[in-house]
């Protein structure tokens, strides 16, 4: 956790930026002390004043010892058809897909029926005063605030020897 994740947060703010999202559209910001620890919540504007759809991605990881993996655990590794690196499967995938569905989205000029808020946070995994959700509930609330919450790392599906074996 010392590396946070501003910089990947500015990183999704960049790009959405690039694929035609307005500055009002996103926010970066991180709790007061903690510069490293940085979220990104972007809008997507509907067509009514429903209660918006919050999607919620998380995107910090667990810190890895180098010497424990036979690759550097924080650089994207594709090998034998598999992706490896840390938080590959916990989050980043999820992450990496919101951000490409809201730049296709953008690019195909869908316009949602109610407002859908993507929030890209720091310290799933640590909690603490620093953990974005908390964070934002308290101190940005208008920001997040939604009819219903979809947690992408609320649970997934899961295989034993190639069957379906429970989906969380």
């Not at 990881?61 to 010497?67: F, H, I, S």
């Not at 869908?110 to 799933?124: G, K, S």
């Amino acid at each position: 956790h010392p590396v946070g994740s501003t910089v990947a947060a500015e990183a999704i703010a960049r790009r959405l930026r690039s694929a035609g999202f307005t500055e009002s559209d996103i926010t970066v910001l991180a709790p007061p002390g903690h510069p490293s620890k940085g979220n990104v919540i972007v809008r997507y504007r509907g067509k009514t004043r429903a209660k918006p759809v919050l999607f919620l991605g998380h995107l910090d990881v667990v810190e890895a010892r180098p010497e424990d993996w036979s690759i550097d655990p924080f650089k994207l590794t594709g090998k034998d058809g598999w992706f490896y690196g840390r938080g590959t499967i916990d989050m980043k995938d999820g992450d990496a897909a919101l951000v490409e569905t809201l730049i296709r989205l953008k690019r195909e000029g869908f316009v949602p029926e109610r407002e859908l808020i993507f929030a890209f946070t720091a310290d799933e995994e640590a909690g603490g005063d620093a953990n974005g959700p908390a964070f934002l509930l308290k101190e940005h609330r208008d920001l997040i605030d939604a009819g219903l919450v979809i947690n992408l790392d609320g649970g997934g599906g899961n295989m034993k020897n190639g069957e379906r074996a429970y989906f969380e």
